[in-house]
C-alpha cells in the first residue's frame, strides 16, 4: 500500500473515532464593552511557603452605560470582597459573585446600578501559587547549600492573567499598572517597571513592600512579575537603556553573552523602526520552570535557564539559541507590547514578524553565523513540510473561546509566518518595508491593529498590491509547487511556468485548486547572486521570455529560496543545476532549497526516491554546515522509514559513505582560525557517523568519553552531544547508568538538557523502558520531560512504540501535569505514532480517558497524521515555542 494512502486510511480512521467522543463546545462570548479598566491598582504578597497569595485590587473604570454587574475574567481565585465607588459618590458593596467556571469568568453583581462615568472598582482575593507553570505560579530551585527553595513566577500569555488577579484578559483592553508586592526581604522582587520605593512592611518585619512605576498603557498578558533570589549583571545600550541579565545566585558570569546581544539588540530595533524603545529598563530573566522557551513580558523578558551560557561549557548552539530568542523576544517590545494585536486571530502576525526579524538581527549582530541560509534549514523548509499537510490550517485563524488560542501557537504561525513575511520584505524592498513598519507604529503605539492594518501601511510605502498578494499567503492554507520547463529560441530562454497546489500525500486532485501570488525571482549561472528578472506569478500558468541566455547557461528558480514554495523542474533543467552544486557557484542556501524539495517531492510520490539519492553524489565538496544539516535531516527521514524494510542497513552504509570524507577533513579537534560554523558542523557529523556506526567514529568517540569520565580529558562542549549520543547509541546497561549519573552531577541545565535529549538513543528495550520512567522522575524538571519522551519517540522503531505506550499509560499524569498548556501539544507533536495497519491502529487507540479529556489542541496535533509520523527527533523545532 503507498504509504499516502496509509497515512489518509489512520487519518479517516482518526477522525471517525474523535467525530463520535468529541463534546460539543458552546459558543464563545466576548467580555461586554459597558465597563472598561483605565488603570490597575494592584497588590500581590505571595506566600512563598503556603503557596498562595493574597491580593487586592483598586482599578479606576469608566462606564459607557449603566448597569448593574461588571463581568470580568477571573480563574482559580477566591474573591472575598468587591466594591465600587463612583467618582466623587458613595461605595457600592457587591452582592454576590458568580463564577462562570467553563469560561473564566465572574460577575459582580451590585444592588443598584452603577451610572455612567468614572469610579474605583475594589477587590480583595486570594488564590494559589500553582505548580502548572502557568498564571502566577512557583518555581523550585536549589540553593548552593542544597537548600530546596521557591521563587513566584509569572507566565500569562495567552490567557492566564486571570490565575493571578481579576483582570479584563483580552488583549485589546489596555490599561495602565500600578503594581506592588510584599515579599520577603532577602528576595528580589521584579516586574514590568523599575523600583520606585521600596520599605519594610508595618504589619511583618520579615517582609518589604516594593512598588514599582506606573506602566504605560499595555494588554494583562504583557504583566509580569518575579519574587525570588537572584544574582544579576548589567550594563547600558548605547542610546541609554538600562539592561539587566538575571541569573541564580552565583551565576552571574553565565548571564554575560545574553546583556551583550540585549545591548546590541535594543539599538539595532531603535534604528530599525524608527521608534525609541519606551521603557527606561529592560530585564532578561533565567527561571528554573518555564513551560515557554521565553515570554516578551513588556520590561521583564522571562527564559528558561537556556539563557545562560557558561564560557567554557557551553557550545555553539547554545549561544545562537540565546542570540535569537532574545532578539526575537526584544523584537516583540514594539511589535507586539507597543502595538498589540486586537485578537488572538492575528497572533501570527506578531509570532511570525519576531520569528523573521530576530534572523535580521542577528545577521546584524553575529555576521558569521551565516544566520539566513539556517533560516531555510530550521523555519522555511520545516513549514513547508507542515504546511503541505492535509491538516494544516491558514496562517490567520479566527480564534473564539480562549482555549483555541495554544492551538495556534505552532510552527504554522511561527515558521510559516516568518517566511511569508521574508517573502514580503524581498517583494516590497528594505526600504519600503522599513518606510511602512514605522508608519504602522507611530499610527498604532499603545492601540491595537489587525493583519489588515500592516498591509495598508505597507502597501503606501511600497505602492504595491500587497493585501491582495498577501491575503493568498494568510487565508488560505498551503503553498503553490510551481513546476518549470524550458526551451531554447537563439539566445533566449524561454520558460514555461505553472502552479498547482503541492500536497504531502500526493499531486493535488480537488475540482477547485487554489492559486496564489506569487513572487518570483530568476537567476542564471552567469551571476547565481543577482536576480535577472523579477515577476509577480497571478495566474494558473506563465509564460516567460528570458533574453541573453546562452544554451550552456543555467537557469534557476527562487535565487536565496526566499519564495514560499516548492519548485519542480524538468530533468534538463534539474541536470543543468547539478555542476553549481558540484563546483559551489549555486548559494549554500541554493544548493540546500534544491535537494529540499526534492526529498519532498519524493516523499510525496511524485519522483523516484533514487533520484534523490543520485543527486547526493554531486554534494561531494559540500563546505557549508547548513547544508549539511539539512541533508541530515532528510536522510534521517529515509533512514527512520526504512527502519521498517529490510534496507535499513544499506541506508545506514550510504549515510556512512556520505558523511566519512567530511568527517575525515574536519577530524575531532578543533584547528586555528575555525569559527562558529566549523564547531556546528564538526557536531553534526561525527554525531551523524556515531549514530550510523561509522566504527572509527565509535572507537573514538568511546575513548574520550572515558576519558571525560575519568577526569583526564574534559570534552569540549561542542563534542558532547555527538559523543553522547554516539556511546548511547551502541551502548549498554554500563552506559547509561554512567549517562544518568553524569546528569545527577551536572551543575548547568544546558548539560543537563544536553544529555536528556540524547537518552532516547540508547537501542536494547529494557533500558529505553528506564529512560522514559526517568522522564517522570524528580530528575527532570517538568518542561524537560517531554524532551526525554520526544528523543525516544525520535531514535527508532522500538523506541517510538515504546513512548506512545508510555504516554497511554501515564496519559492521567501528563495531562494533569501540563493542563494542556504549550508542553501537551509539543507532546502530541513529538508522539505521533508509526501505525501501519488497521490492527496497528486499534493497538494504538487513544487510552481510555484520552478521548475525555481532549481539546481541539489536542486533536489539531493528532491529526498530523502523514509520513512524518515516522520522522526523527530532527524535525524537532530549533527552539521552544517563543
Known amino acids: 500500500m503507498p504509504i499516502f494512502m496509509l497515512v489518509m486510511l489512520i487519518k479517516r480512521s482518526f477522525l471517525q473515532f474523535l467525530s463520535r467522543t468529541m463534546p460539543e463546545r458552546r459558543p464563545f462570548v466576548r467580555l461586554p464593552t459597558d465597563v472598561y479598566p483605565v488603570n490597575y491598582g494592584l497588590c500581590l504578597k505571595p506566600d512563598l511557603i503556603d503557596f498562595t497569595f493574597e491580593g487586592k485590587l483598586e482599578a479606576l473604570v469608566e462606564v459607557t452605560q449603566a448597569t448593574n454587574q461588571i463581568v470580568m475574567n477571573c480563574a482559580d481565585i477566591d474573591i472575598i470582597t468587591a466594591s465600587f465607588a463612583p467618582q466623587g459618590g458613595e461605595e457600592i458593596n457587591a452582592t454576590g459573585f458568580n463564577y462562570q467556571n467553563e469560561d473564566e469568568k465572574v460577575t459582580l453583581s451590585f444592588p443598584s446600578a452603577l451610572q455612567k462615568g468614572s469610579g474605583t472598582l475594589k477587590i480583595d482575593f486570594v488564590g494559589e501559587l500553582n505548580d502548572k507553570m502557568k498564571g502566577f505560579y512557583r518555581s523550585k530551585y536549589t540553593t548552593a547549600a542544597g537548600e530546596i527553595r521557591y521563587a513566584a513566577v509569572t507566565q500569562f500569555e495567552a490567557t492566564d492573567a486571570r490565575r493571578a488577579f481579576p483582570c479584563w484578559d483580552e488583549p485589546a483592553i489596555k490599561a495602565t499598572f500600578d503594581i506592588t508586592l510584599i515579599v520577603p526581604k532577602d528576595r528580589v522582587a521584579l516586574s514590568n517597571m523599575n523600583v520606585i520605593d521600596r520599605k519594610p512592611y508595618p504589619e511583618d518585619e520579615n517582609l518589604v513592600e516594593v512598588k514599582f512605576a506606573t506602566t504605560p498603557i499595555m494588554s494583562t498578558y504583557l504583566v509580569a512579575f518575579v519574587i525570588g533570589e537572584y544574582d544579576y549583571v548589567e550594563s547600558q545600550s548605547s542610546d541609554g537603556v538600562t539592561v539587566r541579565v ?80 532574545v532578539g526575537h523576544e526584544l523584537a516583540h517590545q514594539w511589535f507586539g507590547n507597543l502595538v498589540t494585536m486586537e485578537w488572538w486571530t492575528h497572533l501570527w502576525l506578531n509570532e511570525g514578524f519576531a520569528s523573521w526579524i530576530e534572523y535580521l538581527c542577528v545577521d546584524h549582530c553575529f555576521p558569521e553565523y551565516d544566520i539566513w541560509t539556517q533560516f531555510v534549514s530550521a523555519d522555511y523548509t520545516r513549514a513547508l513540510d507542515l504546511d503541505a499537510l492535509d491538516s494544516s490550517h ?42 511602512g ?14 493583519t489588515e492594518d500592516l498591509w495598508d501601511c505597507l502597501e503606501q510605502a511600497s505602492g504595491k498590491p500587497i493585501a491582495a498578494v498577501m491575503g493568498s499567503w494568510t487565508k488560505q492554507m498551503g503553498f503553490p509547487i510551481i513546476v518549470v520547463d524550458q526551451e531554447q529560441v537563439s539566445d533566449d530562454r524561454i520558460l514555461k511556468i505553472s502552479q498547482k497546489k503541492f500536497c504531502a500525500s500526493g499531486p493535488h ?55 514560499f514554495y516548492r519548485i519542480q523542474y524538468s530533468s534538463s533543467m534539474l541536470e543543468s543545476l547539478l555542476p553549481g552544486i558540484r563546483d559551489l557557484s549555486l548559494q549554500p542556501v541554493d544548493r540546500l532549497g534544491l535537494q529540499n524539495d526534492l526529498f519532498s517531492l519524493s516523499r510525496a510520490g511524485m519522483i523516484s526516491t533514487v533520484e534523490v539519492l543520485k543527486l547526493m553524489e554531486a554534494f561531494v565538496n559540500e563546505p557549508n554546515y547548513t547544508v549539511w544539516s539539512d541533508l541530515s535531516c532528510n536522510l534521517g527521514v529515509l533512514s527512520s522509514l526504512l527502519s521498517h524494510t529490510d534496507f535499513h542497513e544499506e541506508i545506514q552504509e550510504f549515510i556512512r559513505d556520505l558523511f566519512t570524507p567530511i568527517g575525515l577533513e574536519l577530524g575531532w579537534d578543533s584547528k586555528p582560525g575555525e569559527g562558529h560554523l566549523d564547531a556546528l558542523l564538526r557536531g553534526l557529523v ?64 544546558e548539560e543537563k538538557n544536553r544529555i536528556e535529549r540524547v537518552l532516547g538513543a540508547i537501542s536494547a528495550p529494557d533500558l529505553i523502558q528506564k529512560v522514559l520512567n526517568f522522564a517522570l522522575s524528580e ?43 504549550f508542553l501537551i501539544s509539543r507532546l502530541i507533536k513529538v508522539k505521533k505514532n508509526p501505525v501501519k495497519t488497521r490492527k496497528a491502529l486499534r493497538e494504538h487507540s487513544a487510552p481510555p480517558r484520552l478521548s475525555q479529556l481532549m481539546d481541539s489542541q489536542l486533536i489539531k496535533w493528532l491529526l498530523n497524521c502523514h509520513l512524518r509520523v515516522l520522522f526523527p527527533f530532527c524535525y524537532f523545532q530549533k527552539r521552544e515555542l517563543i
Open 686 to 749: 561525527l554525531g551523524k557517523l556515531g549514530k550510523a556506526g561509522h566504527k572509527p567514529t565509535l572507537e573514538e568517540a568511546r575513548r574520550r568519553f572515558k576519558d571525560h569520565m575519568e577526569g583526564k580529558q574534559v570534552l569540549p562542549a561542542d563534542l558532547r552531544s555527538p559523543v553522547y549520543l554516539t556511546v548511547l547509541k551502541h551502548g549498554d546497561s554500563a552506559t547509561l547508568e554512567t549517562m544518568l549519573k553524569l546528569h545527577k552531577q551536572a551543575d548547568m541545565q
Open 779 to 821: 530528575e527532570v524538571r517538568p518542561q524537560d520531560t517531554v524532551s526525554v519522551i520526544g528523543g525516544v519517540a525520535g531514535s527508532s522503531k522500538h523506541g517510538r512504540k515504546a513512548a506512545w505506550k508510555f504516554v497511554k499509560d501515564n496519559w492521567e499524569e501528563l495531562y494533569s501535569r501540563y493542563q494542556g498548556g
Open 437 to 450: 513598519m514605522n508608519a504602522y507604529l507611530v499610527k498604532f503605539q499603545h492601540k491595537n491593529a489587525s
Open 394 to 435: 491558514p496562517i490567520e485563524v479566527n480564534v473564539g473561546h480562549p482555549s483555541e488560542v495554544d492551538e495556534i501557537f505552532d510552527a504554522i504561525s511561527y515558521s510559516k509566518g516568518a517566511s511569508v513575511i521574508r517573502m514580503l520584505h524581498n517583494y516590497i524592498g528594505d526600504e519600503d518595508f522599513r518606510k
Open 246 to 325: 538575571y541569573t541564580p545566585v552565583g551565576k552571574a558570569e553565565q548571564g554575560k553573552f545574553a546583556l551583550e546581544v540585549a545591548t546590541k539588540t535594543l539599538p539595532f530595533y531603535n534604528d530599525y523602526f524608527s521608534v525609541p524603545y519606551p521603557l527606561p529598563k529592560i530585564d532578561l530573566i533565567a527561571i528554573a520552570d518555564f513551560a515557554a522557551g521565553a515570554m516578551e513580558n513588556w520590561g521583564l523578558v522571562t527564559y528558561r535557564q537556556a539563557l545562560l551560557i557558561d564560557p567554557k561549557n557551553s557550545c555553539s548552539s547554545s549561544r545562537q539559541w540565546v542570540a535569537l530568542v
Open 509 to 563: 486532485n480537488g475540482e477547485e485548486c487554489p492559486n496564489w501570488m506569487v513572487p518570483l525571482s530568476i537567476c542564471t549561472s552567469e551571476d547565481p547572486k543577482c536576480t535577472k528578472l523579477k515577476v509577480l506569478l497571478d495566474r494558473p500558468e506563465t509564460t516567460i521570455t528570458l533574453s541573453g541566455v546562452s544554451p550552456d547557461q543555467w537557469v534557476k528558480i527562487n535565487p536565496g529560496t526566499v519564495g
